[in-house]
T-cell receptor, first 112, second 114 residues
Framework: DTAVSQTPKYLVTQMGNDKSIKCEQN?????MYWYKQDSKKFLKIMFSYNNKELIINETVPNRFSPKSPDKAHLNLHINSLELGDSAVYFCASSQVADLEAFFGQGTRLTVV | AQTVTQSQPEMSVQEAETVTLSCTYD???????LFWYKQPPSRQMILVIR??????QNATENRFSVNFQKAAKSFSLKISDSQLGDAAMYFC???????????FGTGTRLTIIP
């Protein structure tokens, strides 16, 4: 059973399009995250949600909108995609008391 | 703000030998967690080992161990008996309870020489 799963694994799309990445965790964790890994492999937090409430929003453009319908799901919607949005996006989850994050397999987004 | 520094962009080691990856961090907190994550070519992020700052004993997981020096804010990873499957990017990461997110270093690419 996959603990943190995100779909799709690969996404190729044209500039200006809108796309979504979905994430689900079956670990019973109360906190979920989106991280971005750029072309130099640097990983940086984008958002975190705790029990469907937005906790962290790290100066991410408004074109990025996370949505958490319940504490097991955290989706990422991106409007008006730009070339610079090309990256690998990771979903992760953790228990607040533990801080150990479990990651999904990542979504490689390529904007052409 | 917390920062994590990995000063070795690349390291290589002969198979079966031992290698140490360096990590330093900066924080004003006294209670926090430190992690080493491995990212193989499959890009999956895999937790290798974790250390709670309040524990003086260094964490160990099979061939992986850390040298945690709290006063020096240093957290190095030692891999013993290196295997081909250890080849990956290794990321040092920090988290604390007031700021529940991972702050990552820039990573060290480890190559295993057969």
């Amino acid at each position: 059973d996959t603990a943190v799963s995100q779909t799709p694994k690969y996404l190729v799309t044209q500039m200006g399009n809108d796309k979504s990445i979905k994430c689900e965790q079956n670990l019973g964790h109360d906190t979920m995250y989106w991280y971005k890994q750029d072309s130099k492999k640097f990983l940086k937090i984008m958002f975190s949600y705790n029990n469907k409430e937005l906790i962290i929003n790290e100066t991410v453009p408004n074109r990025f909108s996370p949505k958490s319908p319940d504490k097991a799901h955290l989706n990422l919607h991106i409007n008006s995609l730009e070339l610079g949005d090309s990256a690998v996006y990771f979903c992760a989850s953790s228990q607040v008391a533990d801080l150990e994050a479990f990651f999904g397999q990542g979504t490689r987004l390529t904007v052409v | 703000a917390q920062t994590v520094t990995q000063s070795q962009p690349e390291m290589s080691v002969q198979e079966a030998e031992t290698v140490t990856l360096s990590c330093t961090y900066d924080t004003s907190e006294s209670d926090y967690y430190l992690f080493w994550y491995k990212q193989p070519p499959s890009r999956q992020m895999i937790l290798v080992i974790r250390q709670e700052a309040y524990k003086q004993q260094n964490a160990t997981e099979n061939r992986f161990s850390v040298n945690f020096q709290k006063a020096a804010k240093s957290f190095s990873l030692k891999i013993s008996d290196s295997q081909l499957g250890d080849a990956a990017m290794y990321f040092c990461a920090y988290s604390d309870f007031g700021n529940e997110k991972l702050t990552f270093g820039t990573g060290t690419r480890l190559t295993i020489i057969p």
